[in-house]
C-alpha cells in the first residue's frame, strides 16, 4: 500500500483480545490512530501538507478484519471512505453515517472466522462493495496470493484515488479458477471531506455558510457536506488572520432541537442550544492565514447558524 502512493498507519496491538473488537477498544483506538495521523498534516511533521485528509480507507485481517468490519458497523468512523475487511465476520448491521466502498477477501474453508458470517456481512453492505472468494481457502492461505494483493490495491485506488483504471483491473486481477469474484458496483466515493450518506436519498443541501472575518482577524466558515431524514453533518473551517494563533473557541446556537451526536478534531461541550468547539490539542496552533477544519454529525434539521470565533 506505501508503495502505491498511500500513508499507511500501522499500529500493533500487543495485549489485544478478540473480545476488544466486540467492546469497541479497538475500533475506537483505530479512530484514534486516524485522528493522529490526519492531524499530521497541519504544523511542522514531514507529512505536513502531503496528506489527502478527505480520503480515509482501512484494512485488516483477522481480528483486523473484524476491527475494519466494527468500523463499518458497531462502532462507525463516518470519515471512512474504502474498508478492505479480510477473513472477518459480521459485527453488525450496516451504519447509516458510513459509506464506505467494502471489500471482502475469504476463503471459503475458513474454520476460525466463518464464511458464512461475512457473506451476511456482505450481503447487507450497500454498494459499492464486493466480495473475493478464495476456493478451498482457509483462515489465511490466501494472505500472500497475488490475487488477493493486486485485487486490494486495485480497491484502494479506487475507492480513494477515484481511479477507474484500477477499478476496470478488478476482474481480471481477482478472477482465476481458483476464485469467485463477485461485484456490485457504484459511483466511487467522492473526494470530498468525510460524507455521511444515510438510507435514504440524500437531499442536495445548501452548500455553505459563513461567518466572515474582518481582514487580518480569524473567522470560520460553516458548510452542510451533506443531509438525510432526520440529521445532516456539516464542518467549520477556521482560519488565523494575519498573525499566528494558539488556540481557538467556536460557539453557536443549534436551532430547531437539533443536537450533535459525534464531532471531530476538536472538544465539544453543550449546554442547551449552546454549542462550543474547542479546539485539540494538534491543531490550536495556526500560523498566520493557516486553517483547521472539524466537523460533526447532528440529529435534525440542518441551519447556518452565525459563528462566534475567539482566541486566548
Known amino acids: 500500500?506505501?508503495?502505491?502512493?498511500?500513508?499507511?498507519?500501522?499500529?500493533?496491538?500487543?495485549?489485544?483480545?478478540?473480545?476488544?473488537?466486540?467492546n469497541g477498544e479497538l475500533p475506537w483506538d483505530v479512530s484514534e490512530a486516524i485522528t493522529r495521523t490526519l492531524?499530521?498534516?497541519?504544523?511542522?511533521?514531514?507529512l505536513a501538507g502531503h496528506i489527502d485528509t478527505a480520503n480515509v480507507g482501512v484494512s485488516g485481517y483477522s481480528m483486523g478484519g473484524m476491527t475494519t468490519n466494527a468500523l463499518l458497523t458497531a462502532f462507525p468512523d463516518a470519515r471512512i471512505k474504502a474498508a478492505v475487511a479480510m477473513s472477518s465476520i459480521r459485527?453488525?448491521?450496516?451504519s447509516p453515517v458510513v459509506r464506505a466502498n467494502t471489500l471482502f477477501i475469504h476463503g471459503d474453508r475458513d474454520t476460525l472466522t466463518t464464511y458464512s458470517s461475512a457473506r451476511q456481512s456482505y450481503a447487507e453492505m450497500p454498494a459499492p462493495k464486493a466480495f473475493l472468494t478464495f476456493i478451498g481457502g482457509d483462515h489465511s492461505s490466501y494472505f500472500s496470493d497475488n490475487?488477493?494483493?493486486?485485487?486490494?490495491?486495485?480497491?484502494?485506488?479506487?475507492?480513494?484515488?477515484?481511479?477507474?483504471?484500477?477499478?476496470?483491473?478488478?476482474?481480471?486481477d481477482a478472477t482465476?479458477?481458483?476464485?469467485?469474484w463477485e461485484f456490485v458496483p457504484g459511483p466511487a466515493n467522492p473526494t470530498t471531506p468525510p460524507t455521511t450518506p444515510p438510507t435514504t436519498p440524500p437531499v442536495t443541501p445548501s452548500p455553505t455558510g459563513t461567518t466572515p472575518a474582518p481582514t487580518g482577524?480569524?473567522?470560520?466558515?460553516?458548510?452542510?457536506?451533506?443531509?438525510?431524514?432526520?440529521?445532516?453533518?456539516?464542518?467549520v473551517t477556521v482560519t488565523a488572520g494575519s498573525a499566528p494563533i494558539n488556540g481557538w473557541t467556536?460557539?453557536?446556537t443549534m436551532a430547531g432541537g437539533a443536537t450533535i451526536s459525534q464531532l471531530w478534531n476538536g472538544t465539544?461541550?453543550?449546554?442547551?442550544?449552546?454549542?462550543?468547539?474547542?479546539?485539540?490539542?494538534?491543531?490550536?496552533s495556526l500560523a498566520a492565514d493557516a486553517s483547521t477544519t472539524f466537523g460533526f454529525l447532528a440529529n435534525g434539521s440542518p441551519t447556518i447558524p452565525p459563528l462566534t470565533v475567539t482566541t486566548p
Do not use: C, H
Request: positive net charge; hydrophobic residues 40%; aromatic residues 12%.
Open 250 to 252: 467556536v460557539r453557536w
Open 1 to 22: 500500500m506505501a508503495a502505491a502512493g498511500f500513508i499507511v498507519p500501522a499500529p500493533v496491538f500487543t495485549k489485544a483480545s478478540v473480545g476488544d473488537t466486540y
Open 39 to 46: 492531524a499530521l498534516n497541519i504544523g511542522s511533521d514531514p
Open 176 to 180: 482465476s479458477s481458483g476464485t469467485r
Open 147 to 172: 490475487r488477493a494483493i493486486r485485487t486490494y490495491v486495485d480497491w484502494m485506488r479506487w475507492s480513494l484515488y477515484g481511479d477507474t483504471t484500477a477499478r476496470d483491473r478488478l476482474a481480471a
Open 217 to 235: 482577524q480569524v473567522g470560520a466558515t460553516y458548510r452542510i457536506v451533506n443531509t438525510w431524514s432526520g440529521g445532516y453533518q456539516a464542518e
Open 268 to 284: 465539544l461541550s453543550t449546554s442547551g442550544s449552546s454549542v462550543t468547539v474547542r479546539n485539540a490539542s494538534y491543531n490550536g
Open 91 to 94: 459485527m453488525g448491521g450496516p
